[in-house]
């Protein structure tokens, strides 16, 4: 099994910054996605960014393009979501979820690992 655990999530003005990491533990992730999700309330959970464990490619929502960067930290077992240019949109419950990506089409990846998610509100 792999394990998740998601930190960061707060409380920021529109327009300000927050980091979200999420720390993987239980096996290795060669050939593993981690994926970051997120859901507002009466809404339905949406995609937000991805990253190759392997090779450290990155995918991006449209929504989100520009403002948020997703990146590895092998050595740490960690993936982190820098998001800036926040907007009161964005607030929700943020997931990270692992899954197989063993071709170049990130709508293959299926994501079996989930964390508990971590709350990201966003005033206006």
């Known amino acids: 099994q792999v394990q998740l655990v998601e930190s960061g999530g707060g409380l920021v003005q529109a327009g300000g910054s927050l980091r979200l990491s999420c720390a993987a533990s239980g096996r290795t992730f060669s050939s593993y996605a981690i994926g970051w999700f997120r859901q507002a309330p009466g809404k339905e959970r949406e995609f937000v960014a991805a990253v190759s464990w392997s090779t450290g490619n990155t995918y991006y929502a449209d929504s989100v393009k520009g403002r948020f960067t997703i990146s590895r930290d092998n050595a740490k077992n960690t993936v982190n979501l820098q998001m800036n240019s926040l907007k009161p949109e964005d607030t929700a419950v943020y997931y990270c979820?692992?899954?197989?990506?063993?071709?170049?089409?990130?709508?293959?990846?299926?994501?079996?690992?989930w964390g508990q998610g971590t709350q990201v509100t966003v005033s206006s």
């Open positions: 979820a692992a899954g197989l990506k063993l071709t170049s089409n990130w709508n293959n990846v299926r994501y079996v690992y």
